[in-house]
């Protein structure tokens, strides 16, 4: 799979690896519909920063949470 395409298949993928990664309880705020396919290296950006960093830390998971937010349709 490469993720630096902008697909629809990537986009789920990206959403469903960041809410696994944040623990979110409430999956459907990460709906692949509620986000528009043009913000794509938006959310590739942040992905790669959570892979990267591995754990994020409370106040870190809030400011991911809040970007996600601005990136949402």
């Not at 630096?4 to 993928?13: D, G, H, W």
């Not at 990206?14 to 396919?37: F, G, H, T, W």
């Not at 106040?59 to 349709?73: G, V, Y």
């Amino acid at each position: 799979m490469n993720l630096n395409e902008a697909t629809n298949e990537n986009l789920a993928y990206i959403l469903k690896e960041i809410a696994s990664q944040l623990r979110v309880v409430n999956e459907s705020i990460m709906d692949p519909d509620d986000y528009n396919l043009e913000k794509y290296d938006d959310l590739k950006a942040l992905y790669d920063v959570l892979i990267q960093k591995g754990q994020l830390s409370v106040s870190e998971t809030q400011a991911f949470i809040q970007e996600l937010s601005s990136i949402r349709k």
